[in-house]
């Protein structure tokens, strides 16, 4: 679980992409719904089981942290797709966000090294909110 002192609202930044650094594959536990865990067992012995639930084994990082990236990007968990925004149904103005006439209030882990980089940061935002949260 993220602190929540690692937070801020997602206006106070301008930019986002991922950069690869792998800061979250290192520091977070990643949970799994069952059907990423039936997806992924192909791979073999990468889940650890956890008070909440299964997630994906680490060492020093994740077991799918190969040659300074994520050797299943493309497939990767939701949580990872996410991250590294955080979407509450309650929050402070500044992390309000309409989306298609809903209200969503989103946060950003403010250690992760692909801030102020990339694409303008409400196009992605939308561009989560769109494959993920809404097409389940
Ligand atoms: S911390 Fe951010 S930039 Fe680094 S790997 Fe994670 S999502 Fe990508
Ligand atoms: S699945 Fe990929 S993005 Fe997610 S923690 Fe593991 S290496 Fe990082």
């Not at 690869?20 to 997806?39: A, I, M, N, T, W």
């Not at 012995?45 to 084994?57: A, E, I, P, Q, S």
Request: proline share 4%; aromatic share 14%.
């Amino acid at each position: 679980m993220i602190p929540r002192e690692n937070l801020i609202p997602w206006r106070e930044i301008e930019k986002w992409m991922c950069v690869h650094c792998g800061y979250c594959c290192k520091e977070y536990d990643v949970p799994l719904s069952f059907e990423e865990e039936e997806r992924l067992r192909i791979f073999g012995d990468v889940f650890v089981k956890g008070k909440l639930g299964v997630y994906l084994k680490k060492n020093e990082t994740c077991v799918f942290r190969k040659n300074g990236r994520c050797a299943i990007y493309e497939i990767r968990p939701k949580a990872c797709e996410k991250y590294p925004f955080f979407f509450r149904e309650e929050g402070e103005r500044e992390a309000e966000f309409e989306f298609q006439g809903k209200r969503f209030f989103v946060y950003v882990d403010k250690n992760c090294g692909g801030i102020g980089k990339g694409e303008e940061v409400e196009r992605v935002i939308e561009k989560i909110l769109r494959r993920i949260l809404l097409v389940v």
